[in-house]
């Protein structure tokens, strides 16, 4: 993960709200991208990404930098 990706988990982790546009920005076309290859339906595409979101922020506390960096 870029030192960018991991700067903007760890503030979602301590709670920064800003930081979920900015995840948004960095990570959304790569999670639509994903959906897309998976889902058809353009509908179930954008609430599979909104959840995918959704449960980033709901975990973001259990985010460990120096898991996700090994």
Same mark, same amino acid.
């Given at each position: &993960?870029?030192?960018?990706?991991?700067?903007?988990?760890?503030?979602?982790?301590?709670?920064?709200?800003?930081?979920?546009?900015?995840?948004?920005?960095?990570?959304?076309?790569?999670?639509? &991208? !994903?959906? *897309? *290859?998976? !889902?058809?339906? *353009?509908?179930?595409?954008?609430?599979?990404?909104?959840?995918?979101?959704?449960?980033?922020?709901?975990?973001?506390?259990?985010?460990?930098?120096?898991?996700?960096?090994?």
């Amino acid at each position: &993960m870029t030192d960018e990706g991991a700067e903007i988990l760890s503030r979602i982790a301590s709670g920064d709200q800003r930081a979920v546009s900015a995840c948004l920005d960095f990570f959304g076309p790569l999670v639509e &991208m !994903l959906a *897309r *290859r998976v !889902l058809v339906n *353009r509908s179930e595409t954008e609430d599979a990404v909104s959840e995918v979101f959704a449960e980033v922020w709901r975990s973001a506390g259990r985010y460990d930098p120096s898991v996700a960096s090994s």
